[in-house]
T-cell receptor, first 112, second 114 residues
């Protein structure tokens, strides 16, 4: 079983929809949680970074962490065609503090 | 501010050959991490270099090796290439090697092993 599980999609939504992306993890030592966005043929780009349980908002993006359930989410409000990309969750902590452990990514398409 | 750059963009090799991939860190960053991303998968950590010393290694065999230079640029070397080594190789630089140091990724080198 992978340490980080992420639904690969693909996920297709109409423009303006609210998108929910999720990851679950098994390593309770993970303390730092990130969401990266990766456009085709590009490297991952950091979107959100959270440390503790709870919500963190940045513009149209909200990251949510529930450490008790080992579950993290990314919500995108008012989705735009430019949001079409692969979204990767990543986490670190404990003996894996120096490395990022990624989910497999969810491919999102926002239709105009 | 210059971002993370990688060369070459694409590379085709045959099984058994050796390859060297290069990475230039973002200005001011002293830590470089390398990841392998197979098609349809998330990146997997290979190793990290901090001030020219290896600072952590993932579950990759010794034929994957690296170097970091005094200017903090880095190389990833892979010997005895196998078909499964075909992937996008990403490097990421950061201000330090700790978990709160944001890693900034380059565009990657796509390696195809025939």
């Amino acid at each position: 079983q992978k340490e980080v599980e992420q639904d690969p999609g693909p996920l297709s939504v109409p423009e303006g929809a609210i998108v929910s992306l999720n990851c679950t993890y098994s390593n309770s030592a993970f303390q730092y949680f990130m969401w990266y966005r990766q456009y085709s043929r590009k490297g991952p780009e950091l979107l959100m970074y959270t440390y503790s349980s709870g919500n963190k908002e940045d513009g149209r993006f909200t990251a949510q962490v529930d450490k008790s359930s080992k579950y993290i989410s990314l919500f995108i409000r008012d989705s735009q065609p430019s949001d079409s990309a692969t979204y990767l969750c990543a986490m670190s902590g404990g003996s894996s503090a120096r490395q990022l452990t990624f989910g497999s990514g969810t491919q999102l398409t926002v239709l105009p | 501010e210059t971002g993370v750059t990688q060369s070459p963009t694409h590379l085709i090799k045959t099984r058994g050959q050796q390859v060297t991939l290069r990475c230039s860190s973002q200005s001011g960053h002293n830590t470089v991490s390398w990841y392998q991303q197979a098609l349809g998968q998330g990146p997997q950590f290979i190793f990290q270099y901090y001030r020219e010393e290896e600072n952590g290694r993932g579950n990759f065999p010794p034929r994957f090796s690296g170097l970091q230079f005094p200017n903090y640029s880095s190389e990833l070397n892979v010997n005895a290439l196998e078909l499964d080594d075909s992937a996008l190789y990403l490097c990421a630089s950061s201000l330090g090697g700790g978990p709160t140091d944001t890693q900034y990724f380059g565009p990657g080198t796509r390696l195809t092993v025939l």
